[in-house]
T-cell receptor, first 117, second 114 residues
């Protein structure tokens, strides 16, 4: 079974609009972390935002916010006031076992976001 | 701002040859990782390294792969006898010890096996 599911292979949004990128996850751990990374066409992986499973507030970082719904096991990324430079691949990832273990990341398939002028 | 550095950015090698991909993690980090991304696909975990030993490896990380931290700063991935299907982007990442700290990724090495 997929640990991280991103159901939107591609999204097209007009500049300045808000966009929500979906992510659902599957884990039996009580302690886990959820991450979003941006991968522009140049290929590097850029960290955007983190949400811990015990965090009561939704994480926010500038124009990025994470809509964390624990009971539904979803961690959607919301980008407000989209810009042309937001066009990129976006990956949702999960880290299980926050305290011990390898603390590796498991990634979803990604969503390619295109911002239209 | 500290960053993870990978060299080379692109390597072309003949099938059957050995390659070494190099990484310099962030200096005070203690967890090191290699991930792989085949073109157009998701990023896959290969191996994690902590306290000078492998802490976890995936089924992809078979006997042709090895990792080393030879001098306390570099972190290398060796692929012993490359196959066409090893062509991918290889990312090195490092992480500090905090439970909610993110992994910082290098810019990647694009390996092309011909």
């Amino acid at each position: 079974a997929q640990k991280i599911t991103q159901t939107q292979p591609g999204m097209f949004v007009q500049e300045k609009e808000a966009v929500t990128l979906d992510c659902t996850y599957d884990t039996s751990d009580q302690s886990y972390g959820l991450f979003w990374y941006k991968q522009p066409s140049s290929g590097e992986m850029i960290f955007l935002i983190y949400q811990g499973s015990y965090d009561e507030q939704n994480a926010t970082e500038g124009r990025y916010s994470l809509n964390f719904q624990k009971a539904r096991k979803s961690a959607n990324l919301v980008i407000s006031a989209s810009q042309l430079g937001d066009s990129a691949m976006y990956f949702c990832a999960m880290r299980e076992g926050l305290i011990q273990g390898a603390q590796k990341l498991v990634f979803g398939q990604g969503t390619r976001l295109t911002i239209n002028p | 701002e500290p960053e993870v550095t990978q060299t080379p950015s692109h390597q072309v090698t003949q099938m059957g040859q050995e390659v070494i991909l190099r990484c310099v993690p962030i200096s005070n980090h203690l967890y090191f990782y290699w991930y792989r991304q085949i073109l157009g696909q998701k990023v896959e975990f290969l191996v994690s390294f902590y306290n000078n030993e492998i802490s976890e490896k995936s089924e992809i990380f078979d006997d042709q792969f090895s990792v080393e931290r030879p001098d306390g700063s570099n972190f290398t991935l060796k692929i012993r006898s490359t196959k066409l299907e090893d062509s991918a982007m290889y990312f090195c990442a490092s992480k500090g010890t905090g439970v909610n700290t993110e992994a910082f990724f290098g810019q990647g090495t694009r390996l092309t096996v011909v």
